[in-house]
């Protein structure tokens, strides 16, 4: 049974920092990993997606890469802003179309 | 940039009654999903839905659940007989392909069954 788990479950960071969210998976036979972003009371919004063949994907400060055989996502944030707070949840999709949750990561960018 | 849409936003009901939450997921899309979020807890999936039956549903969607999709746009979760532990955030979401497409999901509806 696919078990996704999240590190760190809270984060709190100064403004201007790079950060990495780290999400692990244990069973690596996936079709993609995806990373939300979810405002408090609020839907899911897709940040990311990354096939299984890819290694990482980009958009704009975000970065999140995928080792499969470790069963590992990292999404990078670069240069945080206070806007950036929410909670970051990863995804995976395998052989069903079902996605999996993790618990996510709340992050909070004070200035 | 298209969206998936979700009415009511937020209801409450007293435990036994019946309730619909609506969807109209995204128009040119082919796969729709509910799953629900129980406060403090970790998004689940409920069902999935493709050319008009269930593709896959979880131990949850028992036989108090059941989904539909009565016309070209709407998608609709039904919760028989609610009872308290249904109380949860419920999102629709819809996809263009099973598997290799980004899967959209709606702003939710807050269920309160009291």
């Known amino acids: 049974k696919q078990e996704v788990t999240q590190i760190p479950a809270a984060l709190s960071v100064p403004e201007g920092e790079n950060l990495v969210l780290n999400c692990s998976f244990t069973d690596s036979a996936i079709y993609n990993l995806q990373w939300f972003r979810q405002d408090p009371g609020k839907g899911l919004t897709s940040l990311l997606l990354i096939q299984s063949s890819q290694r990482e994907q980009t958009s704009g400060r975000l970065n999140a890469s995928l080792d499969k055989s470790s069963g590992r996502s990292t999404l990078y944030i670069a240069a945080s802003q206070p806007g950036d707070s929410a909670t970051y949840l990863c995804a995976v999709c395998g052989h069903t179309d079902k996605l999996i949750f993790g618990t996510g990561t709340r992050l909070q960018v004070f200035p | 940039e298209p969206e998936v849409t979700q009415t009511p936003s937020h209801q409450v009901t007293q435990m036994g009654q019946e309730v619909i939450l609506r969807c109209v997921p995204i128009?040119?899309?082919?796969?729709f999903y509910w799953y629900r979020q129980i406060l403090g807890q970790k998004v689940e999936f409920l069902v999935s839905?493709?050319?008009?039956?269930?593709?896959?549903k979880s131990e949850i969607f028992d036989d108090q659940f059941s989904v539909e999709r009565p016309d070209g746009s709407n998608f609709t979760l039904k919760i028989r007989s609610t009872k308290l532990e249904d109380s949860a955030m419920y999102f629709c979401a819809s996809s263009g392909t099973v598997s290799g497409n980004t899967i959209y999901f709606g702003e939710g509806s807050w269920l309160t069954v009291v």
């Open positions: 839905f493709y050319n008009n039956e269930i593709s896959e």
């Open positions: 128009s040119n899309h082919l796969y």
